[in-house]
Structures are given as C-alpha cells and as structure tokens.
C-alpha cells in the first residue's frame, strides 16, 4: 500500500498567563525545546523533552487540562517522527478527546485538532480499520472547513486523503466526488501549472475513466479552466511547476511486467494499456492509474507501475516529481 503523504506541523503554546509557576515555566521552556528539537528531525531527543513536559502539566493542572492536551499534542507528533506509531495513536486519541470536550476552540485550536485527527485516521488505515479512518478524516474536513472556509486551501488534506482511502477501496463513486472537490478547490487557488491543481485533476479524471464519465470529467475541466482567475501570470508562482515526462517506458530502471490476469486471457483481452504515473523526486511510482485500453488490464497494469523504479528528473539541478506515461503491451 502506497502511503499517503502527512504532514506534521508542531505549534507550541497558547499564551502564557502572567502568574505562571516554576513548573508551568519549566513545562513551556521543555516544549519549546521538544518542538526546536522535531522541526529540526531530531525525534529520539525530542522525546524525553515532550514527555516530560507532559507530566508537569499533568501535575499543575490535571490529566483533563487543555494546555495538558497541547503537550500530549506535541508528544504525540513526535512520537510518530519515532516511528512509534502505536503509542502515537494512544497519546494523541488523549489529546484529541480533550479538545472534543472543549467548547470554544478558537480557529487555530480546530485546526490543531483537524491535524491530530488525520494523523490518527493515517495510522487506522494503515492498520486497515478503514471505517474507523473514515469516519475521523470526515470529522476533518469539517473542522477545516469551518475554521477556515469552504474553498479554502487548508481543506484539501482531508479530502484528498478520503478520496485516496475510497480510490485504494476500489470505490470510485465516492473517490470521484471527493477528487472533483479537491479539484474545485486547487483550480480556484492555484495556477494552471501548478503541480498540485494538475495532480488533482489527474485523480479526478483517473476514477471518472473508471466510473466512464470520461468526457463529463473533461467538461467539468474546462469549465473551471473557463471560470476562474488563477491563470494569471503572477498565479504561476504559487507552487511547484507540473513537469511533464511523455512515455517514460525508457527512463525505468526498473520496468516491472505485469501478469496476463486469467479473465482478460480467457476472454482473449488484449492491445495496449497507457497508465498515467507519477514519479517522485527519488524516482518511485506515488501515483498510476490505467487510463485507456482494456479495462480488464487495469488492475494488473497498474499494479505493475507501482513496482516500477525510474531514474530522478532535475530540474535546474533540483529533484522534481514528474508526470508521464507507462505503456504495456498484452498480447494473447
């Protein structure tokens, strides 16, 4: 399984009362610390910091306290940076039922608590309890939503990651949707070549091939291209430019071959299969997906791509991810 990218950013404090104690000024100096110490990919140091900064809030204000939750927060952000992602999903469940409980939670407290409950569906899908995962990312998106606005940018870590989660389940009805959604979203914010909007749309367009709404998916493309103002020249600076490679069958160290599945061959399936990839900056496959041919190749085909290895492309002496196409050829 194809991990899906988290991104862990570590905000330290809410503000320091002006009567603070020895231990409440120690708990903050050792968050600080254990925070310096994460951004900086220094977890096994970071660690004792966090925890013990847990136990002194836990001492001057109780287990429940929201500032107890903020450090069980930190302490679980660096715990998975540990690869301890058991005793994460622990700290943080902690934390995130604190702040549930808490009726006021300003903007940037929702959106403390949207990241902590991706971090945990993260570790439930990967355990496979996908309801579980679903359930929490949808309880995201909503916290995004409404601390920031329907179209904004921020929104799009929980929906990608649910259309990820029904893609991987084969349920494209509802992968559609939450793509198309992502998709909305990016072309209203980010230039048309941004690497970002263009990965969208390629998601979108991949399970619309699969759901064979192929050209509405196109329609809808070109009216967002029609109805926006992010083609501006000064937009195309918003992020990392779509780099595309062609066929890139050539450029493989690796070209995994897929099998010939029984039913395609006893149905005498054959031809060509051209499977949309996207490869990182180290050159492995983060994305494929069979866009034309047989559909009973699909699965095999790209199964196949992920398998496969390709040489990293520079870009003005910079790794980049690219674009490209794999083609393979089934003959009965």
Same mark, same amino acid.
């Given at each position: ?39 900086? @990919?220094? +977890?096994?140091? !970071?660690?004792?910091?966090? $925890?013990? !900064? ?12 929201? @500032? ?20 994460? $999903? ?36 990967? &355990? ?17 939503? %409404?601390?920031?606005?329907?179209? !904004? ?19 494209? %009805?509802?992968?559609?949707?939450? +793509? ?25 367009? #991949? ?28 937009? /195309? ?11 890139? &069958?050539?450029?493989?160290? +690796? ?8 039913? /395609? ?23 494929? #997906? ?13 199964? /196949?791509? +992920? ?10 002496? %910079? ?14």
């Amino acid at each position: 399984m194809k991990k899906l990218s988290i991104f862990l950013i570590l905000l330290c404090g809410i503000g320091f009362v002006h009567a603070q104690t020895t231990q409440d000024d120690e708990a903050n100096r050792l968050s600080a610390e254990s925070v310096k110490l994460f951004n900086e @990919k220094k +977890y096994k140091e !970071a660690q004792p910091l966090a $925890e013990k !900064a847990v136990r002194l809030r836990e001492q001057e204000f109780g287990a429940n306290d929201f @500032k107890t939750a903020e450090a069980l927060r930190n302490l679980g952000f660096i715990q998975v940076g540990n690869e301890d992602k058991k005793e994460a $999903e622990k700290t943080l469940e902690k934390a995130i039922g604190i702040y549930e409980r808490k009726t006021d939670l300003s903007p940037d407290s929702q959106s403390q608590l949207a990241q902590m409950l991706e971090t945990v569906a993260f570790i439930k899908f990967e &355990n496979r309890k996908i309801e579980r995962a679903i359930e929490l990312y949808q309880k995201a998106s909503e916290l995004r939503e %409404k601390a920031h606005g329907k179209d !904004a940018l921020e929104n799009v870590n929980s929906l990608l990651s649910l259309a990820t989660i029904y893609h991987f389940q084969k349920d494209y %009805k509802n992968a559609e949707k939450m +793509y198309r959604r992502v998709l909305e979203i990016r072309a209203k914010k980010l230039a048309r070549s941004d690497w970002n909007r263009q990965d969208a749309e390629n998601r979108f367009q #991949c399970v619309a091939v699969r759901n064979d709404h192929a050209d509405e998916a196109k329609n809808f493309i070109k009216s967002l291209e029609a109805g926006n103002l992010s083609n501006a020249p000064d937009q /195309a600076k918003l992020g990392p430019q779509l780099v595309r490679g062609g066929v890139v &069958n050539g450029k493989a160290t +690796y070209l995994a071959k897929p099998p010939y599945p029984s039913e /395609a061959r006893s149905s005498r399936a054959s031809g060509a299969v051209n499977v949309q990839i996207t490869i990182d900056e180290q050159g492995k496959v983060i994305f494929a #997906c069979a866009m034309s041919g047989n559909k009973l190749l699909f699965d095999a085909s790209e199964s /196949a791509a +992920y398998q496969s290895t390709f040489s990293p492309t520079m870009l003005s002496g %910079k790794p980049v991810k690219v674009m490209g196409v794999v083609i393979y050829n089934f003959v009965p």
